[in-house]
């Protein structure tokens, strides 16, 4: 499971919403993964390699389950990973899962996953309007 400190999650949180010097602080303190989680979020393919590579996994597991991938909720699930799996759930809108979250005492998981939503919400949208052009 992931182990860090509540400090660390909320910055995460915070680093998922889009601000850039937290998200470069976790990536110079220690907390490389978190950083390049919100990259790979975004579809960068770098970032999403090295979280495979680097053994982190289960944070791409998140990703692929926030995408729709039931083998990666699953796969989370196998590993016992229950909360990371419900993180997946939650952030690809599941309302059930983001009340386990909460109900089960993972309020800044929660927090993470609603800001996930928000974000996997904002990439559908660009990806979906023929009158933007999507940066990715």
Do not use: C, T
């Not at 996997?120 to 052009?133: L, P, T, Y």
């Amino acid at each position: 499971m992931i182990s860090y400190p509540p400090k660390i999650l909320i910055a995460w949180g915070e680093a998922i919403s889009g601000n850039k010097p937290i998200k470069e602080w976790l990536l110079a303190n220690g907390y490389k993964e978190l950083g390049l989680f919100v990259h790979a979020l975004n579809n960068q393919q770098e970032a999403r390699d090295w979280l495979m590579k680097n053994k982190f996994p289960h944070l791409m597991a998140v990703i692929r389950g926030i995408e729709g991938e039931e083998k990666a909720v699953k796969w989370l699930e196998q590993y016992n990973l229950k909360p990371l799996a419900k993180v997946a759930l939650a952030g690809d809108g599941n309302q059930v899962a983001l009340n386990w979250l909460i109900e089960n005492n993972h309020r800044e998981l929660a927090v993470i996953a609603q800001k996930i939503k928000i974000v996997k919400d904002d990439i559908e949208q660009r990806n979906n309007d023929v009158h933007s052009i999507s940066p990715d």
